[in-house]
């Protein structure tokens, strides 16, 4: 009786299908860190990555779509509107945004509504629209307000939201790339490079690397300076206005 059992559970193994494999990501930064220094007029970074599949991988019906996101360090935000009160301009009512990305672009293979639906798109935060301001990524759209709208807006308008769909290109069935741009007010700080690998609307594999923007030169070595040594700092602030104002003085001396 106990072989019995064994032989039909060793036919049951042999018989049932392997399990299907998921592709998998693999990516590269084109660098893994910017420096600005003070000619600095903006710069840019790629994203390389390649799509691999083995054999047991299922063939999928739809092709593959990409997106690319390139997200800042993550800060409070407030958004203020202003009122005319006795013909005068002034802040009056405002919104906190408790956790939001300072710098954010986003790449695509297409459109962002072709590439998949409103829920998953909800529930991974992707997209102006389906960015959360108020809290983490949920099954359903956040719900926007005027404020949001107005942070959205400006933020696009100062280049530190961008949305460039299409950009990302294919170079082989496998192989892809994504430009992109960092304006010349991008701010300084870690940054995520998150990619997304799609098929018929469906999220097969997802990937994140970390790079950093920083300060460089002589502007990285005042930055240092003012925050290891506050007290060094100060006393070389007093002697540099001192010897401005000397010169300043010698210069412009009536005799």
């Not at 390389?48 to 360090?73: H, M, S, W």
């Amino acid at each position: 009786m106990m072989i019995a059992r064994a032989l039909r559970l060793a036919a049951m193994l042999i018989i049932a299908p392997l399990p299907l494999r998921a592709e998998t990501l693999v990516t590269a930064l084109s660098t893994e860190r910017v420096s600005i220094e003070s000619n600095f007029t903006g710069s840019g970074v790629v994203i390389f990555g390649t799509v691999e599949r083995d054999r047991q991988t299922v063939a999928r019906g739809a092709p593959y779509e990409i997106v690319v996101t390139l997200t800042g360090p993550l800060r409070p935000m407030v958004a203020r509107r202003k009122e005319r009160v006795a013909g005068i301009w002034i802040n009056r009512t405002s919104s906190e945004l408790p956790r939001v990305p300072s710098f954010l672009a986003i790449a695509t293979t297409a459109p962002m509504a072709d590439v998949a639906g409103n829920p998953v798109r909800a529930r991974q935060g992707l997209g102006f629209d389906m960015l959360p301001t108020r809290g983490l990524p949920d099954a359903l759209p956040p719900v926007r307000t005027e404020f949001d709208a107005a942070f959205f807006r400006l933020m696009q308008k100062e280049n530190l939201f961008s949305l460039n769909e299409g950009s990302v290109e294919f170079l082989s069935p496998q192989l892809f790339k994504a430009p992109i741009a960092l304006p010349s007010n991008v701010p300084i700080g870690w940054y995520t490079a998150t990619v997304y690998l799609f098929s018929g609307g469906v999220l097969l594999a997802k990937t994140t690397q970390d790079f950093s923007i920083l300060k460089g030169g002589f502007e990285q070595a005042i930055t240092d300076l003012a925050h290891q040594r506050p007290a060094l700092y100060g006393l070389a602030a007093v002697v540099v206005a001192c010897f401005t104002g000397w010169l300043a003085g010698v210069a412009f001396r009536r005799d």
